[in-house]
C-alpha cells in the first residue's frame, strides 16, 4: 500500500501545484491594472472577457482568489504523506474537497457558456480539479481494500464492514 499511496500523494500533490500555480497567475492577472494574458483572443477563447465577467467573483471574493485557497487545502490533503495515513478524516476530506472543487467547476463553465467565450487558464484549473478528483476515487478504491483486509477497522467504517 505504501509505494501506491506514495505513487497517488505524487501525481496529486503535482497536480494541486499546477492548479496552485494557475490560480496564482490568473489572481495576478485579476489584479492587475490592465491584465495582460498570455492568451489567445478569438471568437471561442478570450481570458480577458471570462475572467472580467460576473461569473469572476463569488460572494465578491475573486473566484481566482478561491482557486487559491482551495489548492493549497488540496495540496495538505493530497501530499503522499496523507495518503499513507489510515485517517478516515483525511479521506472525507479529500473527497469534501475534490467534491467542492468540481461543484465549482460546473459552476465556471457553465459561467463561460453564459458569456460565451472560455479561458485557457481557467481550463486548466478545471481539469487539474478533474484529475484529482479521478484520482481521488481511484485511491479510494485501491486504497481502502487493503487496509480493511489489514484489520484497520476506522477505514472499514468508512466502508461499511
Known amino acids: 500500500m505504501s ?3 506514495t505513487r497517488l500523494g505524487v501525481a496529486t500533490t503535482a497536480l ?3 492548479g496552485l500555480g494557475l490560480s496564482i497567475y490568473l489572481t495576478v492577472e485579476h489584479y492587475s491594472a490592465k491584465p495582460s494574458y498570455a492568451c489567445p483572443t478569438n471568437s471561442v477563447v478570450d481570458c480577458v472577457k471570462v475572467t472580467s465577467s460576473s461569473y469572476s467573483t463569488f460572494l465578491g471574493v475573486p473566484v481566482a482568489v478561491a482557486g487559491v485557497v482551495y489548492f493549497v487545502i488540496a495540496l495538505a490533503l ?3 504523506a496523507a495518503w499513507r495515513s489510515p485517517s478516515i478524516w483525511l479521506t472525507r476530506a479529500r473527497w469534501t474537497c475534490a ?3 468540481m461543484v465549482s467547476v460546473f459552476w465556471l463553465i457553465y459561467g463561460e457558456l ?3 467565450a472560455i479561458c485557457l487558464y481557467c481550463t486548466g484549473v478545471h481539469v487539474v480539479t478533474f ?3 479521478v484520482l481521488t476515487a481511484i485511491g479510494s478504491v485501491v486504497l481502502v481494500p487493503a487496509e480493511v483486509e489489514s484489520g484497520d477497522e476506522a ?3 468508512l466502508v461499511g464492514s
Open 78 to 80: 493530497y501530499l503522499p
Open 131 to 133: 484529475a484529482l478528483l
Open 16 to 18: 494541486a501545484l499546477i
Open 155 to 157: 477505514v472499514g467504517d
Open 114 to 116: 453564459d458569456v460565451g
Open 3 to 5: 509505494r501506491t499511496a
Open 99 to 101: 467534491g467542492i472543487g
